[in-house]
């Protein structure tokens, strides 16, 4: 039997969440990521995030039900972008370095533009990968490793190739540097790294 007192519930968060503003759920995001960098997922909770916005508990549970909805809705945009990466990629194709290193680019630019996030993920693992977006995201890792370092590469291309992955993740360590100037200068190293030139100069 479905409880009678749902709808009334349903109808007093409308009305906590009608008075706040309409871009609540990314405020609901953007605080609740603060939270979990600055003390972790596990210890950050509904009403935390509530306080941190000056809003009730109800209001915040109108737009997420769980701790889980909100990391997934920040995690669920990077596994989209990786998702067309991956099929552009696919459907390019990756013969040479100078095609590896557009994917390396795409992939750069998607770290910065949600390095506060990685930074996050990589921090607090155990938390994060609460995240029902994780086996996408795995998923995606292996298939950018397996394209870029395909097994028909001689041994040092695939070498150089995987080093630069490595060389990507500082992108995440570095969070005071402004992505403008960090970004020119991780290119440089991947490209120092796949032995290939800046086609710009």
């Known amino acids: 039997m479905i409880p009678t007192t749902w709808p009334e519930e349903r109808q007093s968060m409308a009305e906590h969440a009608k008075d706040v503003a309409p871009d609540t759920a990314s405020r609901i995001r953007e605080v609740a990521l603060e939270l979990f960098t600055r003390q972790g997922y596990e210890k950050t909770s509904l009403r935390e995030i509530a306080a941190a916005l000056g809003i009730t ?16 809705d920040l995690l669920r945009p990077v596994a989209d972008e990786e998702e067309k990466i991956l099929a552009d990629s696919r459907a390019a194709g ?22 506060e996030l990685v930074a996050y993920v990589m921090n607090d693992i155990t938390g994060a990968s609460t995240s029902r977006m994780v086996p996408r995201l795995q ?12 097994a028909d590469l001689p041994l040092a291309d695939r070498v150089r190739t995987l080093s630069a992955i490595g060389v990507i993740m500082a992108v995440v360590t570095m969070p005071d540097v402004p992505a403008a100037e960090l970004r020119p200068l991780v ?12 086609e710009s100069e």
């Open 57 to 72: 508990k109800a209001a915040v549970y109108y737009h997420y039900r769980s701790k889980v909805d909100i990391l997934d």
């Open 94 to 115: 990756l013969a040479g370095p100078a095609a590896r290193m557009r994917v390396v680019e795409r992939y750069i630019d998607l770290l910065l533009c949600h390095r």
């Open 139 to 150: 998923g995606h890792d292996k298939e950018l490793m397996s394209l870029l370092a395909e």
């Open 187 to 198: 290119l440089d190293v991947v490209r120092d790294v796949l032995g290939i030139r800046d």
